[in-house]
């Protein structure tokens, strides 16, 4: 079974710190992405990444950083939280078709992580 | 305009209904195609994915339709634990991005 784990669960944070999500991946997958998900927006695409430091901006990527230094870690970095911040995020990792048969590659998620920023 | 449009719901359906949703997506490059189902406060997981010629599993039928650029899911008899939210997603391979949907609610009342 493809494994994605989100470390932090349930944070609660206050306006300004860094907060750290970590997500490991099992499966030796290129891909990593970072979605959030709200109440009526669905699921909005923060960061992703297709090769260890390699990285590239989603569709909502002001206010977060990523950092990817190993293929099976994908961080996402919310440098000043902000309330506006408060959500559901979800880290995810699919293979990618660089050098493979492209097969229609699925996406897996992680547990998610429930962000309160006070 | 979303790349992936869906009908927020809800859909409200007795157990044993047939019910139906579908999945409008604008780049006509999309090459892969995807439903996913989402549990309140769960991540979304892959309930099937959407074949050229169609697909079935079970009470599940997933139909794609290039030429006006739309996925379908068609849930038979269903059950209370049918009760969800059903995301599509649309996967265009050069860019290695899923898109998703917000989202289909279905509600199954006994």
């Known amino acids: 079974d493809v494994k994605v784990t989100q470390s932090s669960r349930y944070l609660v944070k206050r306006t300004g710190e860094k907060v750290f999500l970590e997500c490991v991946q099992d499966m030796d997958h290129e891909n990593m992405f970072w979605y959030r998900q709200d109440p009526g927006l669905g699921l909005r695409l923060i960061y992703f990444s297709y090769d260890v430091k390699m990285k590239e901006k989603g569709d909502i990527p002001e206010g977060y950083s990523v950092s990817r230094e190993k293929k099976e870690r994908f961080s996402l970095i919310l440098e000043s939280a902000s309330t506006n911040q408060t959500s559901m995020y979800l880290c995810?990792?699919?293979?990618?078709?660089?050098?493979?048969?492209?097969?229609?590659?699925?996406?897996?998620f992680g547990e998610g992580s429930w962000l309160t920023v006070v | 305009r979303k790349e992936v449009e869906q009908d927020p719901g809800p859909f409200n359906v007795p157990e044993g209904a047939t019910v139906a949703f579908n999945c409008t997506y604008s780049n006509s490059a999309s090459q892969s195609f995807f439903w996913y189902r989402q549990d309140c406060r769960k991540e979304p997981k892959l309930l099937m994915s959407v074949y050229s010629s169609g697909n079935e599993d079970g009470r599940f039928t997933a139909q794609l339709n290039r030429a006006s650029q739309y996925i379908s899911l068609l849930i038979r008899d269903s059950k209370l634990s049918d009760s969800a939210t059903y995301l599509c997603a649309v996967n265009m391979r050069n860019f290695n991005k899923f898109y998703f949907g917000s989202g289909t609610k279905l509600n199954v009342k006994p």
């Open positions: 995810a990792s699919s293979f990618g078709d660089r050098g493979r048969v492209f097969s229609g590659n699925t996406i897996y």
